[in-house]
C-alpha cells in the first residue's frame, strides 16, 4: 500500500513538474505559416461549446493581427456526431475569416493527433512554422507534443470568454495531470506520429 501510494505520488510530481517546464516554442519567429487550432468538442446541437469558442476567436484575431495567414482547425467527432473541425470552420468564417483561408483537419481523435495531422496537412502545402492555439491549461501537453514535431512553434493561449469558478479551475488542472501523466508513461509512445513521414 505505501509503495503504491509513493509510485503514484512521485508519477503526479513527474506529471506536474513536466507541465511547469514544458516548451512554449522553439522559436524566435513573430509570424508564422498558420494557426493551428486545437480541437474541443462542440455542445449536443452542433453549437460551439465556449471553450471551443475561445479558442476560435482568439486564432480569428491573430489571424487579423497579421500573425498568420491560414487557419488550421483539427478535431473529428470525439464527444457526438459533430466534426469539432467543421464547427471551429464554421465558427471563424462567420467571423469573417474567408472560406479559402480556413483549413480543416477532420480526423484527429486526441491532442497528439491534432498535432500530427495538422503537421501533415501543413507538410503537404509546405509550410514549416505554426501559432498553436488552446485553453491555457490544455497548452503544457501541447507543447510536450509539438516539441517533437519538425516544424518552428510557438503555442499562444486562448483566455476564457467567462469566469471560471475555483472549483472548474481545481478540475481542469487535475484532468490536464492526469492526462499528462498518461501522455508521459503511455501515449507518447504507443501514439507516436510517423515523424519520417513528416520530415
Same mark, same amino acid.
Given at each position: 500500500?505505501?509503495?503504491? *501510494? +509513493? *509510485?503514484?505520488?512521485?508519477?503526479?510530481?513527474?506529471?506536474?513538474?513536466?507541465?511547469?517546464?514544458?516548451?512554449?516554442?522553439?522559436?524566435?519567429?513573430?509570424? *508564422?505559416?498558420? $494557426? $493551428?487550432? +486545437?480541437?474541443?468538442?462542440?455542445?449536443?446541437? #452542433?453549437?460551439?461549446?465556449?471553450?471551443? !469558442?475561445?479558442?476560435?476567436?482568439?486564432?480569428?484575431? &491573430?489571424?487579423?493581427? #497579421?500573425?498568420?495567414?491560414?487557419?488550421?482547425?483539427?478535431?473529428?467527432?470525439?464527444?457526438?456526431?459533430?466534426? &469539432?473541425?467543421?464547427?471551429?470552420?464554421?465558427?471563424? @468564417?462567420?467571423? #469573417?475569416?474567408? =472560406?479559402?483561408?480556413? *483549413?480543416? @483537419?477532420?480526423?484527429?481523435?486526441?491532442? $497528439?493527433?491534432? =498535432?500530427?495531422?495538422?503537421?501533415?496537412?501543413?507538410?503537404?502545402?509546405?509550410?514549416?512554422?505554426?501559432? $498553436?492555439?488552446?485553453?491555457?491549461?490544455?497548452?503544457?501537453?501541447?507543447?510536450?507534443?509539438?516539441?517533437? +514535431?519538425?516544424?518552428?512553434?510557438?503555442?499562444?493561449?486562448?483566455?476564457?470568454? @467567462?469566469? +471560471?469558478?475555483?472549483?472548474?479551475?481545481? =478540475?481542469?488542472?487535475?484532468?490536464?495531470?492526469?492526462?499528462? !501523466?498518461?501522455?508521459? =508513461?503511455?501515449?507518447?509512445?504507443?501514439?507516436?506520429?510517423?515523424?519520417?513521414?513528416?520530415?
Amino acid at each position: 500500500m505505501v509503495a503504491a *501510494f +509513493l *509510485f503514484g505520488a512521485i508519477a503526479l510530481c513527474w506529471a506536474m513538474l513536466a507541465r511547469r517546464f514544458a516548451p512554449q516554442s522553439n522559436t524566435a519567429r513573430d509570424t *508564422f505559416d498558420a $494557426i $493551428i487550432v +486545437l480541437g474541443y468538442p462542440a455542445d449536443a446541437d #452542433g453549437n460551439p461549446t465556449p471553450i471551443q !469558442l475561445a479558442r476560435v476567436t482568439e486564432a480569428v484575431q &491573430e489571424y487579423e493581427r #497579421g500573425i498568420a495567414p491560414r487557419l488550421i482547425v483539427t478535431g473529428s467527432a470525439v464527444a457526438n456526431h459533430y466534426v &469539432e473541425a467543421q464547427v471551429m470552420a464554421r465558427t471563424a @468564417e462567420a467571423q #469573417g475569416v474567408p =472560406a479559402s483561408n480556413v *483549413f480543416i @483537419e477532420p480526423n484527429a481523435r486526441d491532442t $497528439i493527433q491534432n =498535432a500530427c495531422y495538422s503537421v501533415g496537412l501543413m507538410k503537404a502545402h509546405g509550410w514549416i512554422s505554426a501559432e $498553436i492555439v488552446s485553453s491555457p491549461g490544455h497548452l503544457p501537453r501541447a507543447g510536450l507534443i509539438f516539441s517533437r +514535431l519538425p516544424i518552428e512553434w510557438r503555442v499562444h493561449a486562448a483566455p476564457s470568454l @467567462e469566469p +471560471l469558478s475555483a472549483d472548474e479551475r481545481y =478540475a481542469d488542472a487535475v484532468q490536464e495531470t492526469l492526462k499528462t !501523466l498518461r501522455y508521459l =508513461a503511455w501515449t507518447r509512445w504507443r501514439e507516436r506520429c510517423a515523424s519520417a513521414d513528416l520530415r
